[in-house]
């Protein structure tokens, strides 16, 4: 019996991972909010531990948990007789569809949920929060861990984009074409940003965070299932595989920042590198690469490189020509400088730097003077390295970060 | 339908006197543009300069708009449209989005809960 209890436990939960967009998406098409589709999803995993250890999991656990979810919903707008008047932006509930036990004959909306989760009248926090706790069933009180502010904090921030979903009638549709390419940045954005917060988190400090990563590379996967013609998904899954598979030389032991070219290549996860070409190859297959693909393929030549000095430079220094003029931010500038510094030598990269600080919208960010640093060391400008480094140590918050740079700081002071 | 509030703002003092022939053209074409994306403009209104405005907070009253900034109400006009998809391509081609914006703000529906 325990054995029974603990293989059901396991296909809710493996259920909960892998099918909570699917029911959750179908059943709010039903619910017409998500509060209610909410709550019935939950349910529905409820009944499911009671149900599945009488009768067997079922094949296909995911339309079991639709089909109970969506009757759960109608049900209760049956009680609550406000079939007409309660988020009329949903699609209309479609009664017959709801007794389909074939999966097949459900329809998809994860995408749906995925573009109105994303939706580009809400702010950017918004968008990351709904979407963790929507398509991702993640609660509240993991997301406000992951993004370090109370659940109270967290709470009020999904209650108020999904009541501004309702009030505003954000419509639970995929974008039309004239809008996909705009609309699907946001999409790619959120879940970068997922992915990004979570990498960029202390070594082991947190586990919560470590699952962001996870959840990011699941909805990129899913995504590319869900828009298999879209370079631009291709491409980011590519960048994340790329960026995951260098996950465990990141830092040192001590949890301390290790650079690329400080890292041990052999550690780096060769599956993931592989993946990663192979959606590249792809991505540039179609002609129609953008920022995405062009991160990755940046990605791609340094994740194939026996050493930092053996990397192709000169290729890197042409995608980023490439990408300057896709995604024209003064960051990209910043790091074409160091290819240009790789190719050209140090000096023409200081140049570069040089007038991106002259600029001005770089002020306040850490990699400025911190790559200025590194060249100014390389050319053996010792002093003026040192007050580099001082000054990108001075912007850091980044504990692990701050602690490199103080150590380069210290290689830097003239011996006494 | 849904019915939004789209507030107009254009540069301080926004005088109705000072719209361009050009302004004015495109103003002109509006109404037909809403309707040929879906919307159908219920009502509108533009305002005197904001130089006419008084504001009153507490019992102090001043000369000049409610919150002085770069940019005032010049008007506003009450849209329905299907959804806010729809909301916001007609106000994406409104004017006064190219020296000022608008806002998207939908009206307040009492649903009895």
């Known amino acids: 019996m325990t ?10 939960a493996d259920a909960h991972r892998r099918e909570w967009a699917f029911v959750l998406a179908a059943t709010a098409r039903v619910a017409g909010d998500f509060d209610l589709a909410e709550e019935c999803v939950q349910d529905a995993y409820v009944a499911a531990l009671d149900a599945w250890a009488r009768e067997g999991i079922p094949r296909k656990p995911g339309a079991w948990l639709t089909t109970i979810a969506k009757r759960r919903a109608l049900d209760a707008l049956r009680r609550e007789r406000v079939f007409r008047t309660k988020m009329p932006m949903l699609v209309e509930p479609d009664e017959a569809e709801v007794d389909e036990p074939d999966e097949d004959a459900v329809p998809d909306d994860r995408l749906r949920l995925i573009f109105t989760c994303c939706h580009p009248a809400l702010a950017r926090e918004a968008q990351v929060a709904l979407t963790l706790r929507l398509v991702c069933g993640v609660g509240t009180g993991d997301i406000a861990k992951a993004f370090l502010v109370t659940e109270t904090t967290m709470a009020a921030r999904v209650t108020r984009a999904k009541k501004k979903i309702s009030a ?23 879940i970068h940003l997922l992915y990004t917060t979570g990498h960029t988190a202390p070594s082991g400090a947190d586990l919560v965070r470590a699952d962001l990563v996870e959840r990011a590379l699941h909805l990129a996967r899913m995504l590319l299932a869900l828009m298999p ?3 631009e998904v291709r491409g980011l899954l590519a960048l994340l595989l790329f960026t995951d598979a260098r996950r465990v030389t990141r830092t040192d032991a001590e949890g301390r920042l290790r650079l690329l070219e400080d890292q041990d290549r052999s550690l780096w996860d060769r599956a993931a590198i592989d993946e990663g070409r192979r959606l590249v190859l792809d991505s540039f297959r179609t ?43 003064p960051v990209v500038a910043l790091n074409r400088a160091v290819a240009v510094s790789m190719v050209r030598g140090p000096e023409a990269g200081l140049a570069e730097i040089g007038s991106l600080a ?17 060249l100014l060391r390389r050319l053996g400008r010792r002093d003026e390295a040192a007050t580099a480094y001082q000054a990108a140590i001075d912007l850091v918050d980044n504990e692990a970060e701050q602690q490199f740079l103080a150590a380069r700081l210290a290689e830097c002071r003239p011996a006494a | 339908m849904a019915q939004y509030g789209i507030l107009i703002y254009s540069p301080a003092p926004a005088d109705p006197m000072d719209i361009t022939p050009d302004y004015l053209a495109l103003l002109d074409r509006y109404p037909a543009q809403v309707e040929e994306l879906g919307g159908k403009i219920v009502t509108g ?3 005197a300069p904001s130089t006419t405005a008084t504001a009153v907070r507490g019992d102090t009253v001043t000369d000049g708009p409610f919150i002085e900034a770069k940019e005032v109400v010049a008007g506003f006009f009450i849209l329905e449209a299907p959804d806010l998809d729809v909301a916001l391509r007609i106000a994406k081609l409104n004017p006064a989005t190219r020296d000022g914006g608008v806002e998207v703000r939908p009206l307040f529906v009492w649903d009895g809960e």
């Open chain 1, 3 to 12: 054995d029974v209890t603990g293989a059901v436990e396991r296909a809710v």
């Open chain 1, 168 to 190: 505003a009638r954000i419509p639970y549709r995929v974008p039309d074409s004239s809008e996909l390419t705009e609309r699907l940045d946001a999409v790619l954005s959120v």
């Open chain 1, 229 to 231: 013609d879209e370079p």
């Open chain 1, 287 to 329: 002609g129609r690469v953008g920022r995405y693909a062009l991160q990755a393929a940046i990605a791609s030549l340094h994740a194939i490189a026996a050493s930092y000095e053996a990397t192709d430079w000169p290729q890197i220094l042409g995608l980023y020509d490439q990408l300057l003029l896709v995604w024209p931010s």
């Open chain 1, 358 to 374: 002259r600029d001005g919208r770089l002020d306040g960010y850490h990699y400025l003077p911190a790559v200025r640093a590194d």
């Open chain 2, 45 to 47: 209104f533009a305002l």
